[in-house]
Structures are given as structure tokens and as C-alpha cells.
């Protein structure tokens, strides 16, 4: 599926991946490839992004340093937003982020 995280100030991260959890208002949740529509208001907490394999040349983040990765494991991402708005439909993700 594809990913957008846009900010205020930008769009942040643009990339296929297949998996991305987020802090949903009622709890984290995870959503993969041909995931049901969703539309969900997100509250403050880590966006995890499993990248999908051989995706990393499309990140077009404007600002690398706000992404970090646990470990050696470069395929995951996390990205902390303060709140939001997540959309998924037609197998793609966007997630509106303060």
C-alpha cells in the first residue's frame, strides 16, 4: 500500500509500505495492504512504518532527522505526531498530522 504523512508545513513522507500502525483515539491500531476503508482521528503517540522491500529510495521526507529506526533494523520507521487524521482508502494511507 502507499503512504503520505503530511504536516502543515509539508508533506513529510511519501513511500509503499506494508504496514503502518498508528495511535488511534480508542487505541493503536494496524492497517496492512487492502485494508477496508477507515477514516479515524488520531491522537499523540509514534507511527510505526514497516517499509515495504526496496522503498527506501522513495522517501521524500524533508526532514530525515524526524524519522528514527530501533536498532540495526532500517525497514521500520517511527514518526511522532502530536495528533491527527488518518484516511485509508483504495489502498492508500494518509495520514494528516499536527
Known amino acids: 500500500m502507499y503512504l503520505e504523512i503530511v504536516t502543515p508545513e509539508a508533506v513529510v513522507f511519501r513511500a509503499k509500505v506494508d504496514a ?10 494496524q492497517m496492512l ?15 510505526k512504518i514497516d517499509l515495504a522491500a526496496g522503498s527506501s529510495n522513495e522517501i521524500k521526507a524533508k526532514d530525515q532527522s524526524a524519522f528514527r529506526t530501533e ?8 514518526y511522532t505526531i502530536k495528533g491527527g487524521v488518518l484516511e485509508m482508502k483504495d489502498n492508500k494511507a494518509i495520514i494528516l498530522a499536527d
Do not use: R
Open 33 to 47: 495492504n487492502n485494508h477496508a476503508p477507515i477514516v479515524s482521528v488520531l491522537t499523540e503517540g509514534d507511527v
Open 20 to 29: 503502518v500502525k498508528v495511535p488511534g483515539h480508542d487505541g493503536e491500531f
Open 71 to 78: 536498532g540495526n533494523n532500517t525497514d521500520v520507521l517511527f
